[in-house]
Every structure is written in C-alpha cells, then in structure tokens.
C-alpha cells in the first residue's frame, strides 16, 4: 500500500481526521488552564518561600511549600495524574479533562514555583532598601518595586515551561482521555497501521513546539530591547 492510499485510510476514510482535530483541542485546553493552575499555584509558592528566605518568617509554611515542591518534584507526572485520577477521585465521577488540567497544573506548580523564586531572588538587595527609604513595608516593596521585576525576568522561563507542559499533557492516555495522542492511537487500533497516525501526532506536535518556542524567542527580544 502506497502513501497516498495509507494516509486515505487513516484520515480521510470515516472522517478519522476528526479524532486527531478533537485529540488536539483537548491538548490545547489542558495545556492552557494548567499553565493557569501552575503559575497562580506557582507564584504562591514562590512567595512562600522567598518571604522565608529574606526575612525568616512564614516557618511552617515554608516547610509545607517545601515538602510540596520535593514531592511533585521528586515523582513522575504520569504516576501523579494516575493517583489523582484512581485514587483521589476514585469514587467521583469527575471530568478527566478536569483531572489532566489538576494533576498537570500541580505539576507545573512545583517547577514555576523554583522559576518565581529565583526570579524573586535574583533582584539586588538595594532595591529592597530602596522600598524601605520610600516608606514601604515589605508587602508593599514586593507588590510595586520586587515583583514586577522578577516577573519580567522569568517571561522567557514560563515560557519554556508552558512548552513542556505542552509536551507532558501526551502521557494524558493513561486515564483514557482522548487527547491528541490518544486520538492517533485511536485511528492504529482502527486501521492497524502505526506509522502514519503517529508520525502525524509527532508533526503536530513538533509544529506546535516550533511555534511557541517562536514566540519565547520574540518576548526574549522584546525584553532585552525594553532593557537598552
């Protein structure tokens, strides 16, 4: 069997297309509100841990942030969507595409937390002193001279990170949701041919990597002209 009629078979017969179209959108969604859930989470942490790292208060927070960050960390994602899914909410009948954006948002959670830290602590420690000559208390040197600084130096690193997020959401299968790699194994176990339906699901989502990988490198730029 020629290409041609491989890629009939696999795509355009009985409109299998679709599962890859639909496999993408649920890719897209997950990636999307689980970046969400990992930088709000994130930031939090990283709050957490900074405000303990400067001024030695927020103890036993600072202790659960880190234990946290060790735990999600130190366990593979897959491992964490499985317990999440078969364990946590076993007995609920809950969306998995709630689940996916759950488990791979907590994920994302523990390394952006170590992104907005560093960030955080990357500021020289006269600009904290420049918050206090101006009367501000250590909230508020945070809110208006520390944190729109780091945030814009960890731009670039969110970035990357949302683009392996991206690329983690794949290992979404295990708990039978029909992402963009289930959609291609769907179509296999339809037309028992793997090397077309996968190799497309790679493509796709090599494109998409090229894309956002693309725009990190526009904001990098954009970011280092607004420093000149």
Do not use: C
Request: hydrophobic fraction near 55%.
């Amino acid at each position: 069997m020629d290409l041609k009629s491989r890629f009939i078979l696999n795509f355009v017969q009985d409109e299998r297309w679709r599962y890859l179209v639909n496999g993408l959108k649920v890719t897209l969604i997950v990636a999307f509100f689980a970046a969400l859930v990992g930088v709000v989470l994130g930031f939090l942490l990283a709050v957490i841990r900074s405000t303990h790292d400067k001024q030695g208060n927020v103890k036993i927070l600072n202790v659960i942030a880190q234990i946290y960050i060790t735990v999600i960390r130190g366990t593979p994602v897959v491992v964490q969507l499985l317990i999440i899914y078969y364990v946590i909410f076993a007995s609920v009948n809950i969306n998995k595409v709630i689940v996916a954006i759950l488990a791979f948002g907590l994920n994302s959670s523990a390394y952006v937390a170590e992104i907005f830290r560093s960030g955080i602590m990357s500021i020289d420690e006269g600009q904290f002193e420049a918050g206090r000559s101006l009367g501000f208390n250590y909230v508020q040197t945070m809110r208006y001279i520390i944190l729109p600084q780091a945030f814009k130096n960890v731009l670039p690193a969110l970035g990357n990170e949302f683009i392996v997020l991206l690329k983690e959401t794949s290992v979404s299968g295990y708990i039978a949701m029909e992402d963009l790699t289930k959609g291609g194994d769907i179509i296999r176990s339809r037309t028992y041919d793997a090397f077309m339906p996968l190799i497309v699901v790679a493509i796709i989502y090599l494109v998409m990597v090229l894309i956002f990988s693309k725009l990190v490198t526009m904001l990098e730029r954009r970011l280092r002209n607004s420093d000149h």
